[in-house]
């Protein structure tokens, strides 16, 4: 995971002896944090974020406009 809780937040799921190279396909650079274990098998519950965004910038591009356009509602 990179930039955890940020607008650009990236996670990916790898084994170990391919997690280097999946991060390079990815663009995924340091700093980030590499999750090991059975919690990894969360991560689909676990990944709000992603949804969380996606409603963050659905709302933007309704509050966008009004705010260009003051008065007007």
Do not use: H
Not at 4 to 17: G, I, K, T, W
Not at 26 to 33: F, S, T
Not at 51 to 69: F, G, H, N
């Amino acid at each position: 995971m990179r930039n955890a809780s940020l607008r650009d937040q990236a996670s990916l799921c790898a084994d170990l002896a391919t997690l280097p190279q999946v991060c390079r396909q990815q663009g995924i650079e340091p700093p980030g944090l590499i999750v090991v274990g059975d919690v990894v098998r969360l991560a689909d519950k676990l990944n709000w974020f992603d949804s969380y965004r996606a409603a963050i910038a659905e709302s933007m591009t309704k509050v966008l406009p009004e705010m260009a356009s003051p008065g007007k509602a």
